[in-house]
Nanobody, 118 residues
Framework: QVQLVESGGGLVQPGGSLRLSCAAS????????MAWYRQAPGNPRELVAR???????VYADSVKDRFTISRDNAKNTVYLQMNNLKPEDTAVYYC????????????WGRGTQVTVSS
């Protein structure tokens, strides 16, 4: 049974940094293209960053040059380093497979809340 546990969120001032972690279990992690998504209140879920099949990274324009996705296959964990945070980055952040069509049984973890505010 797939389980995704996101952590590392919190309240941070504009310009600050956070590092999110996502621990995965119940799946073949090393061969899976993983991604980070986020959802702000009243908005649809959006893709923030992902890996390609070749191991490269792709970012939403809104986070490019500020966020970095990485992974540690030995720990079945994917990370999101977020720098120079802005109030518009406030959202619940989730990790999951990419593309969404490959997500098993529509499962999503609980996510981790990121709030950027002074």
């Amino acid at each position: 049974q797939v389980q995704l546990v996101e952590s590392g969120g919190g309240l941070v001032q504009p310009g600050g940094s956070l590092r999110l972690s996502c621990a995965a279990s119940g799946m073949i992690f090393s061969g899976t293209t993983m991604a980070w998504y986020r959802q702000a209140p009243g908005n649809p879920r959006e893709l923030v960053a992902r890996f390609t099949r070749g191991g490269n990274t792709v970012y939403a324009d809104s986070v490019k040059d500020r966020f970095t996705i990485s992974r540690d296959n030995a720990k079945n964990t994917v990370y999101l380093q977020m720098n120079n945070l802005k109030p518009e980055d406030t959202a619940v952040y989730y990790c999951n497979r990419f593309p969404e069509a490959t997500i098993l049984n529509g499962y999503w973890g609980r996510g981790t809340q990121v709030t950027v505010s002074s």
